[in-house]
């Protein structure tokens, strides 16, 4: 449990939030200008100076610091007065999933009990350490799962029964925000026992955000010659939600340019390991083994071989690493995609024409994946 710095209850609609890496600096730019309390302000402080500053210049990250003091000073944030745990449930298209907020332990993601499953890109890792360390705050929680657990779910479910929400409220996008606050000292024990008795802990996502915020904390160890352990740096904001509860979406690709190759040769170089037939629109891929590609106007559907599908290794016989062993390395030369600026990736709750929009204008060719 912690202390939590969160929006008074009249403010909360206004300063809460999409995730900061899913816009690019116009968007977020725009986004930013529409609602003046967005925490965007504080997650993309580049939002509010000029176009000509580097989105990772210094200044980004010390008007960063300088707009989340501001806003507690101004009191649209407030300090809770004790250590707490909050419930979180969101909803979506008829869809509930229930949380709980939480400080997860530095120690236990070095330890391999927070389970990883996603490489990280240097340049993203970078710019969420500067930002963590100018601020002194953990601003963007890590989404964790865990094995749902009776014990929890019980809790939670008398929580929720039994006393108000701080906040509720629907967003502009349609999903519903509804938050509690548990601050009875028996459901705190309760809840902290439960985890406490898990083994595996697994990131659903923000690899970035957990890497980020451990180096920080690595470096604060190093710095405090009395360091005991009990420090906040020793912790990251989490939201764990049981498996039960959650939908797995996909995770898309684009890339800049074919790598040299004119289109007809580089269906000539995916047949090599995929079958390629010709779809009349934009669809999803309905099962493993499949992936959707856009080019040049034109959908297509891929379909590994049998002798790609037919590994026992569980990672390698992922649709993602199919298409990356099979097709981004060899056809497109992406050895690394943690590191190589030709590839960008898109999450699914963007659609399929968000695929088609980045391959018509800043990249050549997308990806979409089977979830």
Not at 49 to 64: F, G, N
Not at 162 to 175: K, M, Q, W
Not at 187 to 205: L, N
């Amino acid at each position: 449990p912690f202390t939590a710095i969160r929006p008074q209850e009249e403010y909360a609609s206004h300063v809460a939030a999409l995730p900061y890496d899913v816009y690019n600096r116009e968007e977020a730019k725009a986004e930013a200008g529409r609602e003046k309390l967005s925490f965007l302000r504080i997650d993309r402080a580049e939002t509010q100076l000029p176009d000509s500053i580097d989105t990772y210049d210094e200044r980004v990250y010390q008007k960063a610091k300088q707009l989340y003091g501001e806003m507690k000073e101004q009191k649209i944030f407030l300090k809770d007065d004790k250590p707490c745990y909050y419930v979180y449930r969101l909803a979506m298209d008829g869809r509930k999933q229930t949380g709980i907020v939480a400080c997860a332990s530095v120690d236990d993601y070095l330890n391999n009990i927070i389970k990883k499953h996603e490489n990280t890109r240097e340049e993203k890792e970078q710019d969420r350490i500067r930002h963590v360390d100018a601020l002194s705050a953990q601003t963007g929680p890590i989404f964790l799962a865990y094995c749902s657990e009776d014990a929890i779910n019980r809790v939670v479910a008398d929580l929720v029964e039994s006393s108000e929400p701080i906040y509720d409220f629907t967003a502009d996008d349609g999903v519903s925000h509804t938050v509690w606050r548990m601050e009875n000292p028996g459901q705190i024990k309760e809840i902290s026992d439960a985890f406490g008795r898990m083994d595996d802990i697994y990131i659903a996502d923000g690899h970035h955000r957990a890497a980020s915020a451990v180096k920080v904390s690595l470096r604060r160890r190093e710095a405090k010659a009395d360091f005991d352990g009990s420090e906040e740096f020793n912790y990251f904001l989490s939201v764990l939600f049981p498996d039960d509860q959650l939908m797995i979406m996909d995770y898309n690709r684009a890339v800049k340019d074919l790598n040299g190759l004119v289109k007809e040769e580089f269906l000539q170089e995916i047949g090599k390991h995929f079958t390629i037939s010709k779809l009349a629109g934009a669809k999803s891929p309905e099962k493993k083994g499949q992936v959707a590609m856009y080019l040049e106007k034109e959908w297509y559907l891929l379909c590994a071989s049998e002798e790609l599908l037919g590994t026992d290794d569980a990672v390698a016989s992922l649709d993602v690493s199919l298409l990356q062993d099979y097709l981004l390395g060899p056809v497109l030369g992406i050895g690394d995609p943690r590191t190589d600026n030709r590839i960008d990736f898109v999450g699914g709750i963007r659609g399929l024409g968000e695929l088609e929009r980045r391959a018509d204008s800043d990249m050549k060719v997308a990806f979409a994946m089977y979830p």
